[in-house]
């Protein structure tokens, strides 16, 4: 994988690639799903998640959505900002939008390229 | 209008007694260690019994009850609560008994029980009846459970999936979720009915329990249901009845002849008693016979030995307790009442009324809104607005239009798989001339729907405070009060 | 037939208007072989008049606690309830209400589960409060899931001396989310902190307690908030809310979560039900409280209002990943509460609640005095005690029965090792010169 390049998730996650750091965060696609974000539930620091389980929890007024890490690794940074002002996620979601910083470990072997999920973006809004 | 908070008014120092002072001589008193003693004073407001009158019966009047009007709220079954029902249940024979006291001193409360277990029997087609759950959701679990322990009494410990459909109420996978089961959901055919090769898929050596409403969520009577028992059945699961639905059939028709196994009931919709503004409320539940020996401790019932009726509590395969003591027998004292006044041939006659009045009010509304499903429905029904894109109002736009012509609106947006659902349930309690005045209305928003869209998205326009910012109460939550110190 | 309006004439307009001739055809869609061929088995209707007697009778074959002067506690308490109580819930406005969920016509019930919630955050010291539970049992239950969803963790200490039924309630709800309850050792009275500390480990999602516990004895929950806190675990306290005005709040002492059975706060005996749970948390499991939920915000002009929130994790939504599966909670028995408080004031609450605390000692001491009668455990307590007796519980509650009196809880019921033991409760709703009749009566043969 080049470094940089971002990759995303069936669960409208991204998660962006450098060296041995990662930042993820999710869509603009899931954001606008959501609606008004209202509250973001994000892991400890240190935590070792594993690519697949739940991490995190994204809340609106009308849905909760789970958090799927797309990586295996340790969790090095959380965005503190998100708990006081979680409408960043709305406002942009690829940029200070973002929720932790993992120390990586190893992919998700199912992510999906930009064009990939463009497609499957595609497919779920009809 | 708008009401303080009470705590705002409080008066340091200003209060109401109602006990005599305390009788036991000083030095017979006792204090408390200073590890146990409280330190501060709780922040109750400090008032005089005319100021907490006036308080709370302001902010009665800040709300709508059935009393207040037509609340066609659907799957709710808003219909009248009779006043009887209210005094019943404060007879002190019934509403000053200890939970704990001796049966010999209660027969008349356990008999109360015993007979409203019977009735309900009959009504669902049940073997046995338990009253212990609080509300509906409750009833569900209880339900649930019981199903899990009987697979389990089998040794047949790989059944862990319940089956709900689409259209299902969000408290049937949530039930299960809590029993430990996971939850496999089947979409719904074009008719609204359950999708029976989509059944047929999931059903299997896995499959603990299929939970279904008939009639469904969308208020048709799910007419394939012998064949979904039999698919149920023979993947050896058992079928569970949400019976939120049950005020369309009383007497028609009954869950337990349709091959259902497991039936809650809730006596705060179907048998008048009220809702409370969210309760209590009382859901209990039916058995065939052969999950009898499953239901919570303890159960009432004769002794003919005895002569007396008893609470029996030595059941060893039974799922345990749901609820301290017996259930809410406030709410099945009124239930009781209900009965007693309704009789058979009264509970059937409000079934066919009921299922009368959705069908009226249907066909009145079907010029100006679109019916997703055909009639004929049974005690509630689905409309949606027209020409949504064009006029962009919506149904929370119609539903809030309507506070201002003086109604509480329908239930909206369920069930989950018909956009824009408002979900309508007049009651067989509710006259023509209310029918067709609400109906009338809702011509009238679907109107202005056209030519003022503003007005609705307005709406509602005389109400103390208008729509909520809902948002802002979400993240930043203030759910208590804090004095205010300048 | 009751309750039903329409006129021979309005009916067959309306059918005319459907397009159909009999309201038969209307349950044509149910398969003939699944229509019920007979009448129900039930009694016919009954006119208002015939029913009220009918049920009057019925009332009247039970000796209820107006008519008898009752010593029965046990998770349900007779106390005095102001007569402006009834009069509010008698509001139908209030109670022929569904749940308040639409705001602009609900600020009636909205604003009243605020002022609830905060009462109940004033007298537990929580943060936070839901709006309702079934009851004490269940919203013990429910705060063990919260516990264990919160720490990710499977097992639960849970001290014998809570209430038996809340316990027994407590299983059926653990046993299909396969989290295990292991008891901490209990001595002369009271729960042993030093046991609970050498439970506590990394698997331990939380610490439940009762306070007063089930015999009446006051717990000293810091020790256990200490100990449960070190090992990452919460300390949930079960406790009865009249106690409050007294006794350490349980937040002051370190209580993550507390619950209890609000009955107390107004609400008649009604033989068990409807009762009332309420729950309340700290701050930092806000979002975890199962259940309704109300919250202040403005409308779109800025007014002032009450709304339902934080219902995004709640069954309407989430469906098989909520939090509960609860909807109708209690939410009339909460109005009581709120009613209840409001009209005591914090003096009324402290005076009910020493009343309580001294006639229950005075009973104790007096009861101490007759002859094989003894006070097991020497520990502080409140409204409820325990004595042993050498006459057969059962035997010496039927002699009082007999004299008007309703005697204590035989604990052999739930505790084997407690046999001959009574668990006696002494409200403020108990004269001195009532006690001093149980005493005597009591003493006739003893
Ligand atoms: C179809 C259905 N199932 C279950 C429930 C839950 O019942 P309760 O609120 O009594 O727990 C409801 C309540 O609205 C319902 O409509």
Request: aromatic letters at 8%.
């Amino acid at each position: 994988m080049n470094s940089n390049e971002v990759k995303y998730t069936r669960e409208h996650e991204w998660i962006k690639v450098e060296g041995k750091l990662a930042r993820i965060g999710i869509t603009d696609y899931a954001q606008k799903s959501l609606g008004d974000v209202v509250f973001v539930e994000l892991p400890d620091l240190d935590r070792e998640l594993k690519a697949g389980e739940v991490m995190g929890v994204v809340e609106s007024v009308k849905a909760v959505s789970d958090i799927y890490a797309p990586c295996t690794g340790r969790v090095i940074t959380v965005n503190e900002a998100l708990l006081d002002s979680p409408e960043l996620i709305n406002q942009d979601p690829f940029g200070d939008g973002w929720m932790v910083e993992v120390e990586l470990d190893g992919l998700d072997e199912e992510l999906l390229s930009a064009q990939e999920y463009e497609e499957l973006v595609k497919e779920e809004a009809e | 209008m708008k009401e303080q908070l009470i705590f705002t008014k409080s008066v340091a120092g200003r209060k109401e007694g109602y006990l005599p002072p305390l009788d036991i001589p000083e030095p017979q008193q006792v204090s408390l260690p200073d590890w146990a003693r409280r330190k501060d004073t709780p922040r109750l407001p400090e008032l005089t019994e005319m100021d907490v009158v006036r308080h709370y019966t302001r902010l009665s009047q800040l709300n709508y009850g059935v009393d207040s009007g037509f609340y066609p709220l659907g799957s709710c079954t808003m219909k009248y609560n009779p006043k009887i029902n209210e005094d019943a249940a404060n007879l002190p024979g019934f509403a000053q008994l200890h939970p704990y006291q001796p049966v010999e001193t209660t027969q008349g409360a356990l008999q109360l029980m015993a007979e409203t277990q019977k009735a309900l029997a009959e009504i669902a087609g049940m073997d046995a009846v338990t009253l212990q759950p609080a509300a509906g959701a409750h009833g569900e679990l209880t339900g649930i459970m019981m199903i899990m322990a009987y697979h389990a009494s089998r040794g047949d410990r790989r059944r862990t999936k319940v089956i709900v459909p689409d259209s299902s109420h969000g408290t049937n996978p949530a039930t299960a979720a809590l029993c430990g089961c996971e939850i496999v959901q089947i979409p719904s055919n074009p008719d609204g009915g359950v999708d029976l090769e989509a059944l047929k898929k999931v059903a299997g050596m896995d499959t603990a329990a299929l939970m279904l409403t008939n009639p469904s969520t969308l208020g048709l009577f799910e007419n394939q249901i012998s064949e979904i028992a039999r698919i149920i059945h023979q993947a050896g699961a058992l079928l569970y009845y949400d019976g939120a639905n049950m005020n369309a059939i009383m007497g028609y028709a009954r869950p337990g002849d349709m091959g259902f196994d497991v039936v809650h009931i809730n006596l705060h919709k179907t048998f008048a008693t009220p809702h409370g503004g969210g309760g209590p409320g009382s859901g209990p539940v039916g058995v065939k016979a052969f999950l009898e020996p499953f239901l919570p401790k303890p159960v009432v019932r004769y002794e003919m030995q005895d002569g007396r009726y008893i609470l029996d509590d030595r059941r060893p395969l039974s799922i345990g307790k749901v609820k301290a003591f017996y259930g809410n027998f406030g709410v099945v004292v009124k239930a009781y009442t209900y009965l007693t006044v309704m009789g058979g041939d009264g509970l059937k006659a409000a079934s066919e009324k009921a299922v009368l009045n959705a069908n009226y009010l249907m066909s009145l509304l079907g010029r100006d809104y679109h019916v997703p499903f055909a009639g004929p429905c049974k005690h509630e029904f689905i409309v949606t607005p027209k020409n949504i894109k064009e006029t962009g109002v919506h149904t929370m736009d119609v539903a809030k239009r309507l506070i201002d012509y003086g109604y509480h609106p329908p239930t909206i947006y369920f069930p989950l798989i018909v956009e824009e659902a408002l979900m309508i349930e007049p009651t067989e309690t509710e006259s023509k001339e209310t029918l067709d005045a609400f109906a009338r209305a809702l011509c009238k928003i679907s109107r202005e729907a056209k030519d003022d869209p503003g007005l609705l998205h307005e709406a509602p326009h005389n109400t103390p405070v208008s729509r909520m910012d809902e948002t802002a109460a979400a993240r930043k939550p203030v759910l208590r009060w804090v004095p205010y110190y300048e | 037939m009751a309750y039903l309006p329409h006129t021979k004439e309005q009916e067959k307009a309306m059918l005319a208007t459907i397009g159909v001739s009999s309201s038969e055809e209307l349950f044509r869609d149910i398969p003939p072989e699944l229509r019920l061929a007979r009448p129900l088995a039930l009694s016919p209707g009954l006119s208002e008049k015939t029913a009220w007697e009918q049920i009057g009778a019925l009332a009247e074959k039970n000796r209820h606690t107006g008519r008898l002067i009752s010593f029965l506690g046990a998770g349900a308490y007779e106390h005095y309830q102001p007569k402006a109580v009834k009069h509010i819930l008698a509001r139908s406005e209030f109670y022929t209400a569904y749940t308040p969920y639409q705001p602009e016509i609900s600020q009636g019930t909205l604003q009243a589960v605020f002022e609830y919630q905060t009462m109940i955050c004033e007298l537990t010291g929580m943060d936070a409060a839901n709006a309702s539970l079934y009851d004490g049992a269940t919203a013990l239950a429910e705060a063990a899931l919260m516990a264990a969803e919160a720490t990710r963790r499977k097992v639960i200490l849970v001290s014998p001396l809570l209430h038996p039924e809340y316990r027994q309630t407590l299983e059926t709800y653990l046993h299909g989310r396969g989290i295990r309850i292991a008891e901490i050792p209990w001595e002369k009275g009271v729960t042993q902190p030093a046991e609970a500390e050498k439970l506590l480990n990394h698997e331990v999602a939380g610490v439940l307690l009762q306070n007063p516990n089930f015999l009446g004895s006051i717990e000293e929950l810091a020790p256990f908030a200490q100990a449960a806190h070190k090992a990452g675990a919460l300390l949930v306290v079960s406790v009865d809310p009249v106690s409050l005005g007294l006794l350490a709040d349980p937040g002051q002492c370190g209580a993550d979560i507390v619950v209890g059975e609000g009955q107390s706060m107004g609400l008649p005996l009604s033989l068990g039900g409807p009762y009332l749970g309420f729950m309340g948390v700290k701050e930092k499991y806000l979002r975890r409280m199962p259940g309704r939920i109300v919250g202040k915000t403005t409308d779109r002009l800025g007014r002032e209002g009450f709304v339902l929130t934080l219902q995004a994790r709640e069954q309407h939504i989430r469906r098989e990943k909520a939090s509960s599966n609860i909807c109708s909670n209690e939410a009339l028995c909460a109005l009581s509460a709120t009613v209840y408080l409001a009209l005591l004031g914090p003096q009324g609450l402290r005076e009910v609640g020493n009343q309580c605390l001294q006639k229950g000692h005075y009973a104790k001491k007096c009861l101490s005095t007759l002859p094989g009668v003894t006070v097991p455990f020497g520990c502080p307590s409140f409204t409820e005690f325990v004595v042993k007796t050498q006459e057969a519980p059962v035997l010496l509650n039927q002699r009082l029965l007999s004299g008007g009196i309703l005697g204590g809880l035989d604990l052999g019921r739930f505790y084997p090792e407690l046999k001959n033991h009574i668990l006696l409760c002494v409200t403020e709703m108990r004269s001195k010169e009532e006690i001093d009749q149980l005493v005597r009566i009591w003493g006739e043969k003893a």
